[in-house]
Antibody, heavy 116, light 110 residues
């Protein structure tokens, strides 16, 4: 049974970098079949696709976040990670990792607060 | 890349049917048969209930069905049950491995 689990700091200071990791168990992220991605949901609001990565190294980002986001894989750890630079209060959200392309598997989500 | 448009809320009595619309453009919903739907209960992660416009994952009741016409996709819940009360989101492929979600719809069972 494939499972995804997000981890990382729950509090980030304004202007700093948000860093999260998604650990995948039960399947190899290097299998080549799937892309792996990040989605976020501000409190009380809707879902926003952030971006995704394939084991080939190819990455795809939401145009609205493209200048601030990096997603990369750490194959040896069977993990993929998200970095979002220069965060503001608008980046506060529950961040989910998921398996694409149908988003059929999701992590439980991790809440990130932006505050000094 | 603008969010797909969904009604803010829909409601129905147990046993009734409700339909949620998801309107995009020819660059997303209308351009690909890759529309999916998710159910999200409070405090929980979204759950896939429809993919590729009409397909249901194993374990999802056949009360949930999807369709598409032009730039608008729809999710119909037939025989509404109390446990169907949740937020629902559509999502469409938008080309070059990018995706866009809908604004979300709250389903209330009266």
């Amino acid at each position: 049974q494939v499972q995804l689990q997000e981890s990382g700091p729950g509090l980030v200071k304004p202007s700093e970098t948000l860093s999260l990791t998604c650990t995948v168990s039960g399947a190899s992220i290097g299998s080549g079949i799937y892309h792996w991605g990040w989605i976020r949901q501000p409190p009380g609001k809707g879902l926003e696709w952030i971006g995704s990565v394939h084991y080939s190294g190819a990455t795809y980002y939401n145009p609205s976040l493209k200048n601030r986001v990096t997603i990369f894989m750490e194959m040896s750890e069977n993990q993929f990670s998200l970095k979002l630079n220069s965060v503001t209060a608008a980046d506060a959200a529950v961040y989910y990792c998921a398996r694409l392309r149908t988003f059929d598997l999701w992590g439980q989500g991790t809440l990130v607060t932006v505050s000094s | 890349q603008s969010a797909l448009t969904q009604p803010r809320s829909v409601s129905g009595s147990p046993g009734q049917s409700v339909t949620i619309s998801c309107t995009g453009t020819s660059n997303d919903v209308g351009g690909y048969n890759y529309v999916s739907w998710y159910q999200q209960h409070p405090g929980k992660a979204p759950k896939l209930i429809i993919y590729d416009v009409t397909e249901r994952p194993s374990g999802v009741p056949d009360r949930f069905s999807g369709s598409k016409s032009g730039n608008t996709a729809s999710l119909t819940i037939s025989g509404l049950q109390a446990e169907d009360e949740a937020d629902f989101y559509c999502c469409s492929y938008a080309g070059t491995y990018t995706y866009v979600f809908g604004t979300g719809t709250k389903v209330t069972v009266l």
